[in-house]
């Protein structure tokens, strides 16, 4: 396959300048919060990075801005792979993708699902790049059978601090490999990588929608569940009492030709036609309060019809990509995400306490997200181990982040952790108690990178 730049799907972000290269925008995260001027600079290519590897004190590569808080800010120099996008090589016996690092996950489906092929892993979003993906060691729903994207990368080409561009694999460089994935683009700039797609019949999937009473019940049904591909909770974080953590559990399949309704039979494997609804403005803050929420989340848990469907996998994986910008139901002042996993013999307690403490601050969550990981996937600093991971958006306010580090108290003493990718808020003492990788993290880094080049606004709060 000869190298052609993929046709991504670029959402809304700072327009390219002819040159100079530089200049100053203004930055956030996906959630919005927190913002803050930057020195964008945007790389077409590997010669592009490393002049700006050179030409700057410090920097932070960026993918498309989908983690929720500061991990791709820098204020001295933020670089954008987003015109990085190249398909390189792809090998139809294996499966096997070389493509540049600012590739979207979406331009990987849309070219390689109609001949047979879809992502092994994939997050909640599809407008994420391969690069992004790979620094954050992206989990899916098929965490418990599948790991994490890092899992299935062969090999990748880092830009290091120096100038050098490194080949890392499981057999070569194994550390830098460990520590870039999962390592927020904190070991250097991703360029390439090279992963493994997986065969597939159909784009469809076979869906199974169960309501379960509270979260005792959700959690046995998971793990009844172990043998299905796909599981991902929605859970009504408002409701208490018996109902504490009653929720919608879905489970799924990748459709067999066979299975489709005679409509799909023709082309199986088509693209569902694509139609987005943009949310135009920014919701004012004021509607957002525990009773909007508390209705929305009763009606979610009534209306959803237990039973089997097949659905496109648009809907199945990436039902909010189907509302651009749905973040502005969050208001200007933006949202935070909170997720956390815990250990599989802490989960009940430790969620149970989760859901209590956050109905008593008064906070709720339109959505709210449960899922069931398989154990620890390789990288350093990777967040999924084996155990519950709850995932809940809040509004951006003083409220929530007095709220934030009772929470983090609660995940540490259950032997926890956060993700790195959502996180905007929690503290250097924290992180040391949440990633016992840390020092080898830290190893690696001052091994590959002793000036600290590559820093983002997350590293320094946390001292990475
Ligand atoms: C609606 C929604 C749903 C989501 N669902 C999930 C989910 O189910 N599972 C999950 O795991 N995550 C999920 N996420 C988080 C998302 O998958 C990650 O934050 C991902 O890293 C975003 O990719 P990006 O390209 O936008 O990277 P950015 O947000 O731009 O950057 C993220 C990190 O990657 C680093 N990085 C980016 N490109 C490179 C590069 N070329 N070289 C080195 N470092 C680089 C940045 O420095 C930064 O530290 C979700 C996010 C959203 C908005």
Not at 281 to 297: C, H, K, L, T, Y
Not at 370 to 390: A, R
Request: proline share 6%.
């Amino acid at each position: 396959m000869s190298a052609v730049p993929s046709a991504a799907h670029r959402p809304a972000g700072p327009a390219t300048p002819a040159a100079p290269k530089a200049r100053a925008v203004e930055l956030s995260g996906w959630g919005r919060y927190p913002r803050g001027e930057c020195v964008f600079v945007e790389a077409r290519g590997a010669d592009d990075v490393l002049a700006a590897i050179a030409g700057n004190e410090t920097l932070i590569a960026r993918g498309n801005g989908r983690s929720y808080g500061d991990p791709a800010l820098n204020s001295a120099g933020t670089l954008s792979l987003l015109k990085s996008n190249r398909f390189i090589d792809f090998d139809p016996a294996s499966g096997m993708l070389t493509c540049e690092a600012g590739v979207l996950l979406e331009d990987v489906i849309d070219t390689f699902l109609p001949r047979g092929w879809f992502p092994p892993v994939t997050p909640g979003t599809k407008f994420v790049t391969i690069g992004g993906m790979i620094a954050s060691n992206v989990h899916g729903k098929n965490h418990h059978l599948a790991g994490s994207f890092g899992d299935h990368v062969d090999r990748i080409d880092l830009a290091l601090a120096d100038g050098r561009i490194v080949r890392c694999s499981r057999e070569e460089n194994e550390s830098l490999f460990a520590a870039t994935c999962g390592g927020m683009g904190l070991t250097g700039v991703i360029l390439r990588a090279r992963f493994r797609l997986m065969p597939v019949e159909t784009s469809f999937i076979r869906r199974e929608t169960r309501r379960m009473r509270n979260l005792a019940a959700a959690m046995d049904a998971f793990e009844a569940a172990r043998d299905w591909t796909y599981s991902v909770a929605w859970i009504d974080c408002q409701a208490r009492g018996d109902a504490l953590g009653r929720s919608l559990l879905f489970l799924g399949e990748h459709a067999r030709a066979e299975e489709l309704p005679a409509a799909q039979c023709l082309s199986p494997r088509a693209l569902p036609r694509k139609h987005s609804r943009t949310v135009p403005v920014d919701v004012p803050g004021f509607v957002q309060n525990r009773w909007s929420i508390g209705a929305f989340n009763a009606l979610y848990y009534r209306v959803a019809r237990p039973g089997t469907d097949i659905l496109d996998y648009d809907r199945f994986f990436y039902p909010l990509d189907g509302i651009l910008e749905w973040r502005r139901l969050y208001g200007r002042a933006g949202l935070v995400q909170y997720q956390c996993v815990l250990p599989l013999a802490a989960s009940r307690a430790g969620l149970t306490l989760l859901l209590k403490r956050i109905g008593d601050a008064g906070l709720g969550s339109f959505l709210g997200v449960l899922k069931l990981f398989g154990g620890q996937t390789s990288g350093l600093l990777s967040f999924p181990m084996e155990g519950y991971t709850l995932a809940l958006d809040f509004p951006a306010s003083a409220k929530t982040l007095a709220l934030f580090p009772l929470l983090d108290a609660i995940v540490a003493d259950h032997g926890g952790r956060l993700y790195l990718a959502k996180d905007a808020a929690t503290s250097s003492a924290m992180m040391e108690r949440f990633y016992p990788g840390l020092a080898q993290f830290r190893a690696v880094r001052e091994r590959v990178d002793p000036a600290g080049k590559f820093v983002s606004r997350q590293s320094r709060r946390l001292g990475l």
